[in-house]
């Protein structure tokens, strides 16, 4: 879908023009010098679950900050980071970027932003839980192993930055991955499959309510 | 916060759900946007120019006067918008700086009139993007060079009470202060142009009587050339005499350069008085008389161009010096080139290479008089070649006094911009203690906001909306946003010094130095340390708890005091703390508390002596439901 609707406009004379350039000069170049038209409003709207209005919004804010019409990982580590003064957020971010970037072409457009979005504050229960696995799970083999919860633990400290009460020790995020992995991982594989995750976060009544928490957000 | 990039609020907080099956702990609650509008346009009239946007837009910046409710004052009811009287060109940068975050400097406007309305609309400067910064700075140096300059020139008007010395040096300094001085400086103007031309006159043969040959009209006329020089030389020694009486630092005076022509033009004639009956040392007096030539210099503190003149001289010195030592290097190769050359020929007129060295300098500033002339045939090759790179080298000195003229002049400008450098330097402190300020809004506003909890139970909803108003729906979202990563990792936001506190008491009471990281915190207004914020979540399993040692906001200054007894405490039970919401209480008990009974007493840790600013002590709570706070106010 993405891909029918992204409608690429290379700026061919300014690729001419550089001759003959290394492929990451291209590159950059072209990722510069393209711009996206997102799909009309209607289709969006059937795509997600918003309406025209908050659409609107939505697309005013995104554009603004983006003028052209996609975002690449540098600016969506700069984006986030601004909401995260004390600590580090790239790396969050970054996995962030991954969950977002559904096509895995570098870039979110603002299809893939709204749609992300339209699950994470319009979703039922079961898709935001669907898409937090999808966030932990780095590799995308449907099973979240030590190491990757690991990977997104340390980045969630990290945005903590180094300022806290009490302080982050080495070993914290370590001991917070085991704590959740006791929660979580019922058959004592090493690893959390979906179903265990989903089963897990259904029964445990702080994350049910935590995740009604962003309902009204636009 | 970057509130240019509040838009991507929304997403951010979708984007906590990532955390939520992560954390251990109940989230707080979201803040709800208690009049919610939908977001409209409004209409700003600006002296007719019509400007609309959304109000959201200008809620990004809720500290200048569009942003906040200072607006409100411009409301006009009948036509339903928002009317100013300001200039409409400079307004429309200003409300560009609110939809792209930059703040421009247009550069058809005068300088004031942009600051003017700058600081109506309440936007500070220092905020212009780099891309008109150099511009703006450069025309506020401008401006005020020239206020300075008109300054300068009301500077002469006379002061009262002057001294008759003082008096006398302004006139000696600025003949057009009194018309004595400008008598003055004719007088002695005139004098010097005397004494010049007498001197040049003395030398031109006068007449001849018949019987001798001609004589100077110094020798023919002695007497009155002498009693013209008397008079000029006294004319100047009383000048003189006058100008080091009234000068405010005689021995700067002394030293001066004006002075010490001075001295050098009258001085010949007293050693000649001295020296006259003296037939060997006659001689030596005669060589003397050739310093009378500098009266001439005398000139300078008639002309400003010779001033300037010498001034470049000066300050050319290092290149001058520099172009005649490549040319002496340049003589003495061709001088030795040239002797040898000449070397075999037959009544060559280059007997030495000192001999040469003649030849080589007339050649080479193309001189030529023709006195000195190459025979052999080596020679004449050699000695065209001289003629040749002379032109070259020659050629080298006037863009070198060029060039040196513009450096002068670069380096006022370069003085000038690394004072402007040093604003740089202030400009970027501010700009980091304006973000560094945001991120201390959190902390801060955590305890504000723990504190609306509270009063939730107690309420009153004045008093709420009384706390809240200063925060807008964003800045409460945002700050929803970090106490739900704070609730996900189970640590808590402090401020640099709280961190400084633990570190040291992880270390085991070691003694480090004072640490520069203070000297970073210039920019931290003294919020208050959230780590005293021990709403207990649940027991830390390993850690210990050790006291945590807070700065007390004090009325906004810095608290670098190495004090370190704690004086007045305050143990404030919650009831009673409707009186004392005035000030600055810290947090009160959880919402889920029974009662406001008075906790524990209070612990002071002896702490080292380079690491102590002010001091709070506070004990952790000991249980959960018993959260009282204990403040303790260090003066």
């Not at chain 2, 902390?443 to 709420?464: I, P, Q, W």
């Amino acid at each position: 879908m993405d891909s029918q609707a992204k409608r690429v406009e290379t700026i061919s004379a300014r690729l001419d023009a550089a001759g003959s350039s290394t492929d990451s000069v291209e590159d950059e170049l072209e990722l510069s010098a393209v711009r996206h038209r997102p799909e009309g409003l209607e289709q969006l709207e059937a795509l997600t679950r918003f309406n025209r209005k908050e659409l609107q919004i939505l697309y005013r804010g995104f554009k603004n900050e983006c003028p052209s019409g996609v975002v690449n990982e540098d600016t969506f580590k700069d984006i986030y980071s601004q909401f995260f003064p004390q600590g580090d957020a790239s790396k969050y971010a970054h996995f962030l970027f991954n969950a977002f970037d559904t096509n895995k072409d570098g870039s979110v457009s603002f299809e893939d932003f709204v749609m992300g979005l339209s699950i994470l504050l319009r979703g039922s229960v079961q898709e935001k839980l669907n898409w937090a696995f999808n966030l932990y799970d780095i590799n995308k083999d449907g099973y979240i192993t030590k190491e990757e919860m690991l990977d997104i633990m340390k980045a969630i400290y990290d945005m903590m930055g180094k300022c806290t009460y009490p302080l982050v020790k080495d070993d914290t995020p370590r001991q917070h991955v085991e704590l959740f992995f006791q929660k979580m991982d019922k058959n004592k594989d090493g690893v959390v499959t979906i179903d265990e995750f989903i089963d897990c976060c259904q029964n445990d009544e702080n994350i049910m309510r935590s995740m009604q928490l962003f309902e009204n957000v636009i | 916060m970057a509130t240019g990039v509040a838009a991507w609020l929304p997403f951010a907080r979708a984007a906590a759900i990532g955390w939520m099956p992560v954390a251990n702990l109940p989230m707080p609650i979201a803040p709800t946007e208690k009049n919610k509008r939908a977001d409209e346009l409004i209409i700003l009239n600006v002296s007719g120019r019509r400007f609309e946007t959304w109000r959201n837009t200008l809620d990004r910046y809720p500290d200048t006067l569009l942003g906040s409710s200072e607006k409100e004052f411009f409301y006009n009811e009948d036509t339903k918008e928002y009317f100013f009287d300001r200039d409409p060109d400079v307004f429309r940068a200003v409300l560009n700086f609110y939809r792209t975050g930059k703040l421009h400097y247009p550069r058809s406007e005068c300088i004031l009139a942009y600051d003017e309305e700058l600081s109506f609309f309440g936007i500070i400067p220092e905020i212009i993007g780099d891309c008109c910064y150099e511009e703006y700075k450069d025309r506020r140096r401008e401006n005020q060079e020239r206020l300075m300059d008109d300054d300068e020139d009301k500077k002469d008007a006379k002061l009262p009470n002057m001294t008759f010395r003082e008096t006398m040096w302004r006139a000696f300094e600025n003949p057009h202060t009194s018309t004595m001085a400008l008598v003055f400086y004719y007088v002695t103007g005139f004098f010097i142009a005397i004494s010049v031309l007498t001197n040049v006159v003395e030398t031109v043969p006068c007449g001849t009587t018949p019987n001798t040959k001609e004589v100077p009209c110094g020798e023919r006329y002695t007497v009155a050339f002498f009693c013209m020089d008397t008079a000029c030389v006294l004319i100047f020694t009383v000048e003189y005499l006058m100008r080091l009486f009234a000068a405010p630092s005689r021995y700067r005076f002394m030293r001066s350069v004006m002075s010490i022509i001075d001295v050098v033009a009258i001085l010949p004639y007293y050693i000649g008085l001295v020296m006259t009956n003296n037939e060997d040392v006659s001689g030596a007096f005669v060589t003397l008389r050739v310093f009378r030539v500098f009266r001439i210099f005398k000139f300078s503190r008639h002309s400003q161009g010779l001033r300037i003149l010498g001034y470049t001289l000066k300050s050319c010195a290092s290149e001058l010096g520099f172009l005649l030592f490549s040319l002496t290097m340049a003589i003495i190769i061709f001088a030795t080139v040239m002797f040898y050359a000449e070397k075999g020929s037959t009544s060559s007129k280059f007997t030495s290479i000192p001999a040469s060295f003649w030849y080589t300098i007339v050649t080479m500033t193309t001189l030529g008089y023709g006195d000195m002339v190459p025979k052999t045939i080596a020679g004449k090759i050699f000695g065209s070649i001289c003629s040749l790179s002379g032109v070259l080298v020659i050629a080298l000195p006037v863009p070198v006094i060029v060039s040196n003229f513009s450096r002068i002049y670069h380096q006022n400008q370069r003085a000038d911009k690394r004072r402007a450098q040093k604003m740089q330097k202030a400009r970027l402190a501010r700009i980091r203690i304006s973000k560094t300020g945001n991120s201390n809004a959190f902390l801060h506003s955590k305890r504000n906001g723990l504190f609306s909890d509270a009063l939730e139970l107690t309420s009153s909803t004045e008093e709420e909306q009384q706390l809240s108003k200063n925060q807008s729906l964003l800045e409460s979202q945002h700050h929803h946003l970090l106490h739900c990563l704070e609730k996900t990792t189970n640590h808590k936001f402090a401020d640099e010094q709280c961190y400084e506190q633990s570190y040291l008491e992880g270390a085991l009471h070691s003694y480090p130095s004072r640490s520069p990281s203070f000297s970073s915190q210039e920019g931290m207004t003294g919020t208050c340390c959230t780590c005293c914020s021990k709403r207990n979540h649940g027991p830390f399993p390993n850690s210990s708890m050790p006291t945590c040692l807070l700065t007390n906001p004090p009325s906004h200054t810095h608290p670098h005091h190495n004090l370190q007894e704690l004086s007045t405490i305050h143990i404030q039970p919650l009831n009673t703390s409707r009186s004392s919401l005035n000030m600055l209480v810290d947090e009160p008990a959880r919402p889920n508390c029974q009662s406001g009974t008075i906790t524990t007493a209070i612990i002071s840790s002896p702490m080292p002596p380079a690491t102590t600013p002010e001091v709070d002590a506070h004990l952790p709570p000991t249980g959960f439901a018993l959260q009282n706070v204990v403040k303790v106010s260090a003066m």
